[in-house]
């Protein structure tokens, strides 16, 4: 648990394998992935090169729970 996977579902490889408490809603953005937390945030998260960019987002108002919908 509190861990944030993707995965390549032609090879099966692991691509991103990040720590993040209580990870539950995931939607896709340009270039990366939006992940709520049953502890209010929402983080992206990209895999470019090799490597993992992350970082907390900044939106307004209140808190997020463990649920997405479109809008």
Known sequence: GNRFFVWDLDTADTLVDAPMADCAGVGVVDDGFAVTSGQGRCRYFAHRDG????RWLDLP???WDNHLRLG
């Open 61 to 63: 108002g209140g808190w």
């Open 51 to 54: 490597k993992l960019q992350s």
